[in-house]
């Protein structure tokens, strides 16, 4: 099976917004980081950058496309040396004017070079960038992650651990970072733990990553998650030391990482994503069974949990849409090409095996319910007799602030129907989506604690679990970011 | 799923070399085309080309790289006026020389242009070029397909159509051909038909392309397949005629297309792709079962024969092996990672699954043996307990000469050993492939009829159904190509 | 001073066609053949091209733009090896088809490798070309050069020299060619040398150059030009043998030669250009005087003469006009910028120089008489009282046919009226033009043989040298070139 | 004539490091800033930068290379619209780091944007830097320039204006800048006014440009130079004021653009460029006469010196030296070319006029004396009897601080040894220098009056009109910049 999503040009999914990966007291710091990047690149397909340190100086590239166009040449790697290097994949708008967005950001501050990579999202950060602003700051992107580098110039606690210490207090949001400064490198993870990080061994130096597949794929070894809240110093001749310096509160981790973002060979928040996937099929097959002839995934995310049902259910797992790697740009449409052949570039119905057929279409979740319309539709122009169409999610009714870009509210399907609207929207026999619950087992909890829910899943419940400064406050005209083409 | 191979660029792969397609009588004949040839990318991912006619005047197009990178802007196709285009995607040696080679050919002959788009391999072109050169031709290009346009260009009859017939007389080997000249469009295929080529209808006009799927994501209907030995000739205001100036034979279609090259999702030559590849692995569940917890497919091209075995055997198909999308070039390895980590960027074995595990991995064949090696390797580091290869093809044990990229007969892995020492090659606890009969049975013959094959399977068993004049007298000095660096 | 013309695009200059360069016997043939192509850059800014013969293939590199572009690096020198090369550089129109008209041209003939470097015109090439065309031969460019090689791929002699002298008297106009083939170098001149073409020793090596400068950048030793209708043949291990296969004739060097085309510094027909262009100044002076204050050179093609004028005249020398390198691609204009912005991007008044003074403007020709007429108005904005206009060329009234890029005829301001109606064109107080027998007395000769002038004057005269079968046959169908866009 | 020194690249040569722009109050500002910076292209060929503004929003573009190369384009100005602009282009260190120098510098600061174009150096730029720093205050460039925008976000001024003038009385060294707040154009000059910055009118509009030849190609009037501490403030409307913040000085103008840097077509401190440099010219003649058969200048820079010299002398100017426009980048040098074949690309001997002749070669200035070292031998191996050499300026003993590129002091011939040995270096028959007092004599002042010296004259007598706080200060330690490759 294939990763999930590698172009989703349409708005029609949900993207993972940033990857990150850092190496220390390793040899080939920075060849291990675009390796180890490359393993992330499903979490952010829009820019790369690299930063490394080699004991006297920092050295940064960064480039827009993906890992691979800018990290895999011998060449761009030799100007990278130095034994401690950080990385960022990102999602984003595309553009020029994109490169100075692109992570890790990278600062000279009096104590010396400073650089951060980010996953995740700072809920307050124009509230934070504006009084930065009025005090003589000057920042150089749009970036959120910005205001941290700021906040930690401007600290008034003598040390750069501190200092850091300071800023992320200042912060409300969530955030997975690596921090790089000349005495080594940090790594940490808000206190709720919305977004996952890993710390791996390799010889006598450290890893982190994202997603635990990074280290598979380098070859290094696991050795846990960061904690929520933890603080992981590794100084250059790779000691390690953590702290704990935030108040404890109880782990959110997001939720839709088993369902979409992670890879499915990632195992997260301690469960495999694959068999958390495959027993969401497997729940769903309990809680919203139906009478077909084939079970059939949409390509890719959906193939686990189409697995999981066809096996609960004993209907066969069938390949009824193939999809084309070679996807990317829009093309120019002829005028004869029937409705959906921008849909068809990607997924195209396996005809002969559809045809007179009633079937289950299994996907991961239902975004603005355009593509799912398309594909539903060109099962029938493929002579499905019946299509029942399972989601491996609740309905998405509510955007995420954490750092995945989903559209606006008043564009999700969810946000706007109850289920019955939705199915007569998408053109299904049958809709039916997994439960709260039925989820919440799919990943290892018996129930939703709904008291205090063991995840973040504000995406389909509208449970924050921070405060939303910005969001509720995006009248003030000083929070708007410069929209000019200033690169 | 996905389709199979977007990169394979380590050698041990077999290479479909080319795909072709056209459209006639179209108002968005490039456009159209375009879009065709993108949905048979798979067939040739190095460069693609167009060409297009607007009744005056001839235009092309060619570049390295995938299609979308050449001919998805609409300004690449306001460039390619015309209501006749016709185009390929190529498969070849990578460098600027390349650019040359790039298919559909055009000359301006003294009847006008002529431009043509070839998918097959002529295996006496050397002998033919040597003469043609003798008398003073001047070739443009080492592509085989060349000497198909001075034969035309130095013939002595007096139409374009009987010039062509004349020349692909002189032709030995495979060929399924799209023609453009002044008066319209010419689709050819050999006389044993080994190359695919099918006939699709849209709105008033007519469109070639190497594989169904094409006509699908376009839009057109299905017509029929472009008969073995057939010459269609269609007018540029959309009449059709269909001309059989060769001497009739028995087809001899290529079985490697239901095994690899072909999408699932096309029909050839009569029969569903995926169906037949599905039915490979009931056929090798059959023929050679074993005792297992679970069927895990070599992705992506392993994936439907392993659901064909699983649903013969009722071992639970999984997916143990996750396929990254982001593969491409070589990375730069750094020292401390460890030696499968080529393998790994492509392939990542799901380990929290495995473990334990006794498995039988699904592969479409064995070229070369040092991918199988690889994954075996790759799945007891994951801590499977017993890995059986089972393979949907019979040994390739000889080169192919009619268009698809082998390696040496020296280098095949099958050329060199018998199953047994095969198996301890790749390290696998058991090792078999699927007999010749079972893959004539899975693709809808009774059994291999010996004294007429219905299938050219020379790759298994080195019956090649034409002479092989340039492969049999190579020791001619004058025989060889320029290997200079001639642009 | 510098050399003239770098950019003039906006067609109201005379333009050369090409350069060309060979080198044999020689350790770094790719190396010299760049340098020496570089000192000939004025001759052709379009494009460059290089091709090598390393004893057993061929080797070649084309580029648009100029030769330090695509040939000052390691890299690229590195990839044409060998001892023997040639090289080209080409005025022609711009856009990605030109590449395929880019010089040397190359092909593979029965005898081996072929490549072919022109400069000059070939008036019947359209007629061979509808011949060579109907007996098969394809063509690969428009290049007027490429029915030479496809004359020679089908003469019936059996060396490679006889066929070229076989091909090279069915052709009508004007060359100075440089021929590689495996056995070594051919450097040959038309009959009446209309173009210019050198020979140079170095070390045991040889060069040929168009221009003699070439030879002074890369540091060879002028040995003598290249007699009209001599074919000089330089094997492989530097044996040098001259041969004078054509009919004798009276030659006809061209005289712009001395007028513009060629550096100052070189040397031509046996006399300085420099001394040539300061002695047409002489001759000026003498013939058309005037009372004025300062002597203003329209720059750099006009400094010489401007010079010679001076010192005639004994009225100053002056830069009334100042000229910009960096100039090339037309801005876009500013609506409030005046109506001269184009020119003064190039050329900008010395206003306090001029103000209120008299002067005599010197320029080399004048073609369509635009740039002269926003020059005059230029001085006169900037405050000059009088403005006389002085030619260092007989009125330009004929197009040539011989390699130089001239406008139609009918754009030619000489060939549409006599000078006083010129002079009122251009808003001049006074103009005047050398005569042609002061233009002879210049370059050397007493004055024009009119029974048998000693060089080529058609541009002036009209005195057509040889005969012009394409332009007295344009209505033949058959001779259209294809004008689609197939690169 | 030609301008000077198109490219320089072999470090002996001084090289002025901007050049800067502005336009205000006119429909086409970027077009007309575009055509304005191209005339300045002399001033700095490595980049250049343009940023408007529309009333609402900024809007930047930067780019590597010429103006024309990025900004000609109708489609690059489309995307800098509005009615004010302001442009630099700039002399710096290659490689893609660089483009973060590239100004206009930008800012978002609290009062709103803020853009700054500087030409000159500000000799306390790292003090300023460590300050600021210790202060939190990030910067994004290595460009001395970024400290006054830190300087004025940090001031305590209510105004831009008011924060502006704090900024820059707190700056020692040269300045010319253009700055843009939402509220106008802010032009102005340090109180030496030893950069020039001139003001034009266009319309109802203002423009200001480095050099007055940019006024005359965009057709603008000539209105008068920005006084020396001068600070010209113009609203989006087109109102003018004029403020004098600083403490009034002697102004002390560079001498060195009169002798080298400016167009020759400019006005500077009130005279005509080409004026003062055929002054120079005269004065040397009488100064430092010598007999001789030709006076010859060192192209381009040496041309109207040399004119003057030869008319105050009687001896014949002539263009013994050809200047190739075509260099840029290394050639790799083929192994037979002889030792002077890099000067020879640019410089080649006029040999027929040369020959047995005794010359007088005028060049602007001796820098390291290796140029001079190459020409005088071209000439002698080009059959010069005698080769007496000329200086237009006089030595050049000391670094400059404010705003050229000079080498360190070690590296200046005349900082090594008096003229005789200076002469031995260069292999001259006689070698002179303009004497400093010549020299103001030809600018148009009657002596240098030592006490107040009328000009900026340091690079000849080491006497500079300020502090130099950073380089009597070089050893701290915290004042050096980072050197990495951080883009």
Redesign the interface.
């Known amino acids: 099976?294939?990763?999930p999503h590698?172009f989703e040009s349409d708005g029609d999914t949900l993207h993972e917004e940033c990857g990150v990966f850092g190496a220390i007291a390793?040899?080939?710091a920075a060849?291990?980081t675009?390796?180890g990047l490359?393993?992330l690149?499903?979490r952010g397909?829009e820019a790369a950058g690299l930063?490394s340190f080699d004991g006297q100086?920092?050295?940064?590239?960064?480039g827009l496309g993906?890992?691979?166009?800018n990290?895999?040449?011998?060449e761009d790697?030799a100007?990278l040396p130095g034994s401690m290097a950080a990385g960022h994949v990102r999602y984003s708008t595309t553009g020029g004017s994109g490169l100075r967005n692109v992570q890790p950001l990278?600062?000279?501050?009096?104590a010396g070079?400073f650089a951060v990579a980010h996953n995740g999202n700072i809920s307050n950060s124009l509230h934070l960038r504006r009084d930065l602003?009025?005090?003589?700051?000057?920042?150089?992107s749009t970036s959120d992650t910005e205001v941290i580098?700021?906040l930690v110039?401007?600290s008034r606690y003598p040390s750069t651990l501190e200092r850091l210490v300071d800023a992320l207090r200042l912060v409300e949001g969530a955030y997975a970072l690596i921090v790089m400064t000349p005495n080594g490198m940090i790594a940490c993870r808000d206190p709720l733990g919305v977004r996952p990080l890993v710390m791996g061994r390799?010889?006598d130096?450290y890893v982190f990553a994202s997603e635990s597949?990074a280290l598979?794929?380098?070859?290094a070894e696991f050795e846990r998650e960061v904690d929520p809240g933890e603080m992981i110093e590794i100084t250059l001749d790779g000691k390690m030391k953590s702290h704990r310096p935030f108040i404890a509160q109880n782990p959110r981790p997001c939720i839709f990482e088993h369902v979409y973002f992670s890879?499915?060979?990632s195992?997260f928040a301690g469960r495999?994503v694959?068999?958390a996937r495959k027993e969401i099929g497997v729940e769903l097959a309990r809680e919203k069974p139906v009478e077909a002839d084939l079970v059939i995934?949409v390509?890719?995310s959906g193939?686990?949990a189409a697995?999981g049902y066809a096996?609960e259910s004993g209907i066969?797992?069938?390949?009824g849409?193939?999809?084309?790697?070679?996807?990317?740009?829009?093309?120019?449409?002829?005028?004869?090409?029937?409705r959906?052949?921008s849909v068809?570039?990607k997924h195209?119905?396996?005809?002969?095996?559809v045809e007179g057929k009633r079937i289950v279409l299994i996907d991961d979740s239902i975004v603005r319910g355009t593509t799912s319309l398309k594909i539903v539709q060109m099962m029938r122009d493929a002579g499905a007799k019946e299509v029942h169409f399972r989601v491996a999610s609740p309905p998405t009714a509510h955007s995420c602030y954490y750092g995945v870009d989903t559209p606006e509210r008043s564009k999700l399907l969810a946000a706007q129907m109850e289920v019955e609207p939705m199915r007569e929207f998408i053109h299904a026999d049958s809709l039916a989506f997994i439960s709260i619950d039925g989820l919440y087992r799919a990943v290892g909890a018996e129930k939703r604690n709904n008291a205090c829910p063991q995840f973040c899943d504000a995406c389909f419940s509208g449970d924050y679990p921070t405060t939303l400064t910005d969001a509720t406050d995006r009248e003030d005209p000083q929070l708007s970011l410069?929209?000019?083409?200033?690169?």
Do not use: C, W
Not at 71 to 74: L, P
Not at 216 to 219: E, F, K, L, S
């Open positions: 099976m294939d990763l590698p390793l040899d080939d060849a291990t675009a390796l490359h393993a690149q499903h397909q930063v100086e920092f050295y940064a590239r960064r993906h890992v691979v166009e990290f895999s040449a011998a790697i100007q990278y600062a000279e501050l009096a070079g602003v009025k005090n003589g700051a000057i920042f150089q580098i700021h110039a401007t390799m010889g130096g597949v598979d794929v380098i070859g890879r499915p060979d195992v495999s694959y068999e995934p390509p890719d193939v686990p697995i096996q066969p797992f069938e390949l849409i193939i999809r084309s790697h070679y996807v990317g740009r829009t093309f120019i449409q002829p005028g004869d090409a029937n959906h052949s068809k570039r195209n119905a396996n005809r002969r095996l410069p929209v000019g083409k200033v690169a």
